[in-house]
């Protein structure tokens, strides 16, 4: 048996299982509407929520920037210097969601991987919601912290397991996702907080859906909940609302300060290039001076669940643009999907292990990209789809 024979059997195993992942080719820059496959259809896919990724301030900015500056950073910003374009990304993130300062890594993923073994130890102790998103979880095993997961937005059961665990560790830290990227549903932040500031814990929120969605102008869960100047660690993404890439930890200066002196992945890697950072200057530009984006975003989440209820279809329990469409078993949820698919509408069936065994579902992100019209055709092919397969 050759060494790689374990692989094949395992990736059959997926496919037999229906959790092969297809990958489909997208032909087109972002948008409301897609070329994938060689085929135009509408996008519910992306978490392009404001439909920056191809907005032409942003194209503008980062054609500009590499005839001024060139394409990549060519080293680790700690070892070669830092180019002035990525200093003034972390001055201008940390004046739009008001805190002292930020620091940008290659990703949201990589600025958890930064920021959680940066803050923890093997003598201290992780608070973490039980569906918190895979790089926290990844973030919270390389900090060889013990793991303590508290059950779903429960602030009881949270303080039931500090009770019972905190005296033992050094160190503490209570972790969660800022919106539930699966559901659409919301971290009670001020409750957590309360908890917290009671236990002396440090307070870390993932807002990767929150930033240019939630609070005002798209300032995030912190500005939502009114909660500034008490949550200790806001981590965000440039690659959502922002339309670009890249990762972002904002908060107190000295925990900033920490992360530029001892987070790995900002140590050991390179800064986004030269247009990725132009281009998140100009998301900023364009949030900071006009709040109709996210508006339009929010209004038309608010009339795609309204009518897709009126269908009767069942949304869950989402309080975001994030739309899930409960379906149950992953075999349906997947017929749903390439049904859709044929009635022009590309979105995808999402199922275990992203989502609990029974919970399959399409999730529809809702774009401030779409017209009333665009929404209108996606909600007819739903209602043609929901009848075919007798969801409704
Ligand atoms: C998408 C997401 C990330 C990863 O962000 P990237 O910038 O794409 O790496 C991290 N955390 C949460 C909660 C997310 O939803």
Redesign the pocket.
Known sequence: MSKTEWITQELDGLKQAGLYNTIRTIESPQGAWLMVDGRRVLNFCS?NYLGLANHPKLVEAAQKAVNQMGVGPAAVRSIAGTMTLHVELEKRLAAFKGVEAAITFQ????A?LATIPALVGKEDVIFSDRLN?A??IDGCRLSGAKIIAYEHNDVQSLEEQIKANLSQYRRALIVT?GVF?MDGDIAPLPEIYEVARKYEILLMV?D??GEGVLGKGGRGIVDHFGLHGKVDVE?G????AFGV???VVAGNAVIIEWLRQRGRPFLFSSAVTVPDAAACLAAIDLLENSTELVEKLWENARYFKAEMKRLGFDTGVSETPITPVMLGEAPLAQKFSRELFEQGVFAMAIGYPTVPKGKARIRVMISAAHSTDDLDKGLAAFQTVGKKLGVI
Do not use: M, Q
């Open positions: 978490n990703s949201g993923f990589t958890n998103h790089s926290i996702d990227s993932d990767a859906h981590v993404t440039l690659s959502k890439v890249g990762g």
